[in-house]
Nanobody
Framework: QLQLVESGGGLVQPGGSLRLSCAAS????????IGWFRQAPGKEREGVSC????????NYADSVKGRFTISRDNAKNTVYLQMNSLKPEDTAIYYC?????????????????WGQGTQVTVSS
């Protein structure tokens, strides 16, 4: 069974850091690009970042550029999202998704598989 599982979310103070993980089972992650999305209450799901199959090419939303870093370890079948300098507006459920292309990475329909999400709350 193909599955993506996110982990690493939690409660953090403004200015803090978290590292999210997206682990795949049932398939080889390096055959897909991986995107990270987030969805805050009452808002649409927002594309945050995307990494190519090799990890050599990445994309970031303007709202997280310079603060978040996406990386992947294909040997561990895992993709990471390092989040630094967190702000209250980063509070959301974060999802990873597997797809074919990072171009147009913010479009949810481009992804075939989704995880269940992990909650990130930034609050003092």
């Amino acid at each position: 069974q193909l599955q993506l599982v996110e982990s690493g979310g939690g409660l953090v103070q403004p200015g803090g850091s978290l590292r999210l993980s997206c682990a795949a089972s049932g398939f080889t992650l390096d055959t897909y690009v991986i995107g990270w999305f987030r969805q805050a209450p009452g808002k649409e799901r927002e594309g945050v970042s995307c990494t190519s199959r090799s990890g050599g090419s990445t994309n970031y939303a303007d709202s997280v550029k310079g603060r978040f870093t996406i990386s992947r370890d294909n040997a561990k079948n895992t993709v990471y999202l390092q989040m630094n300098s967190l702000k209250p507006e980063d509070t959301a459920i974060y999802y990873c998704a597997a797809g074919g292309y990072c171009s147009g990475y913010k479009t949810t329909a481009r992804y075939s598989y989704w995880g269940q999400g992990t909650q990130v709350t930034v609050s003092s």
